[in-house]
Nanobody, 125 residues
């Protein structure tokens, strides 16, 4: 069994920074991508960022490009989302997710097999 556990959410002010962490535990996970998604109140969950586990290549939604950085620490089996220049519209529950060994698309939820429980990020104006 694979578990993903997010941490690092909280209440911040506009312009602040915050770093989310996602620890993977359980059986060895062979993954193609790990990603971050978010769901704001009243909205559907959407793609934020992803990292290809094999080579560390990163991908971002246009809304966060230049402000957010996804990274990984293989030794710690952890993926991070460094968020900067936060805006009220970044307020959401942030979810960490992992695909299996094959995933043709890193932006689509259905290709992610494992999900964390989510962590709340609130950006006050």
């Amino acid at each position: 069994q694979v578990q993903l556990v997010e941490s690092g959410g909280g209440l911040v002010q506009t312009g602040d920074s915050l770093r989310l962490s996602c620890l993977t535990s359980g059986r060895t996970l062979v993954r193609n991508f790990m990603g971050w998604f978010r769901q704001a109140p009243g909205k559907e969950r959407g793609f934020v960022a992803a990292i290809r586990w094999s080579d560390g290549r990163t991908y971002y939604a246009d809304s966060v490009k230049g402000r957010f950085t996804i990274s990984r620490d293989n030794a710690k089996n952890t993926v991070y989302l460094q968020m900067g220049s936060l805006k009220p519209e970044d307020t959401a529950v942030y979810y960490c997710a992992a695909t299996g060994p094959w995933a043709p698309n890193f932006q689509t939820e259905k290709f992610y097999s494992y999900w964390g429980q989510g962590t709340q990020v609130t950006v006050a104006s």
